[in-house]
Antibody, heavy 118, light 110 residues
């Protein structure tokens, strides 16, 4: 069974940093593009970033460029999101998802909550 | 990267059909055949229901169908069932390997 489990969320002050992780099981993460999607409380989905299988290509939504970095460790079947200079508007549940083809987010984790507040 | 426009809510009785629209621009929905639809029940992760405008992943009931005309994509649920009550989001490729989601639609089964 394909499974994705996120971790690393929590409460952080504005300007602070947090590193999210997503561990996959039941499949080989190295074979897939992977993506991060977030959802602010009571709001809609927002695509955040994605990464190619070999890390040669990474793309971000404009609002996180220069602050967030997506990476992966295929040997550990894991995906990461380093978030720096966090702002209140980054408060959201962050989901990782598998991306077999363009926008075909076929498996999702349960999400991890990030709260940016003083 | 503005969000795609969806109606805030739609409703129907069991057995009826409902259609959710998703309006974008020529830079996203209108420019590519990469539109997906996701279902999200309260407190749960989204679930892929349609990809590539009209393809259904394995396990998704045939009553879910997708289409596109110009810059507007649509999701139709035929033969509405109680378990279809959820939030639905469209998503589109927006060029340069980026994506944009819709504003979301709450489907209520009366």
């Amino acid at each position: 069974e394909v499974q994705l489990v996120e971790s690393g969320g929590g409460l952080v002050q504005p300007g602070g940093s947090l590193r999210l992780s997503c561990v996959g099981s039941g499949f080989s993460l190295r074979a897939y593009w992977m993506t991060w999607v977030r959802q602010a409380p009571g709001k809609g989905l927002e695509w955040v970033a994605n990464i190619k299988q070999d890390e040669s290509e990474k793309f971000y939504v404009d609002s996180v460029k220069g602050r967030f970095t997506i990476s992966r460790d295929n040997a550990k079947n894991s995906l990461h999101l380093q978030m720096n200079s966090l702002r209140a508007e980054d408060t959201a549940v962050y989901y990782c998802a598998r991306e077999p083809t363009t926008l075909q987010f076929d498996s999702w984790g349960r999400g991890t909550l990030v709260t940016v507040s003083s | 990267q503005s969000a795609l426009t969806q109606p805030r809510s739609v409703s129907g009785s069991p057995g009826q059909s409902v259609t959710i629209s998703c309006t974008g621009t020529s830079s996203d929905v209108g420019g590519y055949s990469f539109v997906s639809w996701f279902q999200q029940h309260p407190g749960k992760a989204p679930k892929l229901m349609i990809y590539d405008v009209s393809k259904r992943p394995s396990g998704v009931p045939v009553r879910f169908s997708g289409s596109k005309s110009g810059s507007t994509a649509s999701l139709t649920i035929s033969g509405l069932q109680a378990e279809d009550e959820a939030d639905y989001y469209c998503g589109s490729y927006a060029g340069f390997y980026t994506y944009v989601f819709g504003t979301g639609t709450k489907v209520t089964v009366l």
